[in-house]
């Protein structure tokens, strides 16, 4: 094993989209017009998949992302990010992670994660990361109106 920093970070963020105007399929033009390129510009930002739920319980939508470090994985979410003003409220719950381990399928459509990343590989194995205090800006708790759009990114209808 070299010396290089093998850890991983991750980071699961979900909507119950139940109080908003948005749904699963009109958040996939955000998706197709914006935030997939967005995303691939962000620094420490490993992989980034969007998953959603739909049925009898609701939708929920959010992302799983992988990051290269824990300032990026617990610090403030990415400049680059619309889905809360699109959405109209803060996530409705939000866990973080210390990757132990991480394989590639044969077959991987997502993206290769590199073999021999995650705590599990560090010398000595570490402590599981204590979860830090994570960025919540000021007057967060206010629910967001729908329509607005501060950042400029593309509105969603």
Same mark, same amino acid.
């Given at each position: 094993?070299?010396?290089?920093?093998?850890?991983?970070?991750?980071?699961?963020?979900?909507?119950?989209?139940?109080?908003?105007?948005?749904?699963?399929?009109?958040?996939?033009?955000?998706?197709?017009?914006?935030?997939?390129?967005?995303?691939?510009?962000?620094?420490?930002?490993?992989?980034?998949?969007?998953?959603?739920?739909?049925?009898?319980?609701?939708?929920?939508?959010?992302?799983?992302?992988?990051?290269?470090?824990?300032?990026?994985?617990?610090?403030?979410?990415? !400049?680059?990010?619309?889905?809360?003003?699109?959405?109209?409220?803060?996530?409705?719950?939000?866990?973080?992670?210390?990757?132990?381990?991480?394989?590639?399928?044969?077959?991987?459509?997502?993206?290769?994660?590199?073999?021999?990343?995650?705590?599990?590989?560090?010398?000595?194995?570490?402590?599981?990361?204590?979860?830090?205090?994570?960025?919540?800006?000021?007057?967060?708790?206010?629910?967001?109106?729908? !329509?607005?759009?501060?950042?400029?990114?593309?509105?969603?209808?």
């Amino acid at each position: 094993m070299s010396d290089q920093d093998t850890s991983l970070y991750c980071s699961i963020i979900l909507w119950d989209l139940s109080r908003s105007p948005q749904t699963v399929r009109s958040l996939r033009a955000y998706l197709r017009d914006y935030a997939v390129d967005s995303y691939e510009k962000v620094p420490g930002l490993r992989q980034k998949v969007w998953i959603s739920s739909t049925g009898p319980e609701g939708e929920l939508w959010g992302a799983v992302y992988l990051w290269d470090s824990q300032e990026a994985a617990y610090g403030r979410p990415p !400049g680059v990010s619309h889905v809360v003003e699109l959405i109209g409220y803060r996530p409705t719950e939000r866990r973080y992670f210390g990757v132990e381990a991480a394989a590639t399928g044969l077959d991987s459509l997502v993206g290769a994660l590199t073999a021999g990343v995650g705590m599990a590989f560090q010398p000595g194995s570490p402590e599981p990361p204590a979860r830090p205090q994570e960025f919540v800006p000021p007057g967060a708790d206010a629910f967001i109106p729908t !329509g607005a759009n501060p950042g400029g990114g593309p509105a969603v209808s």
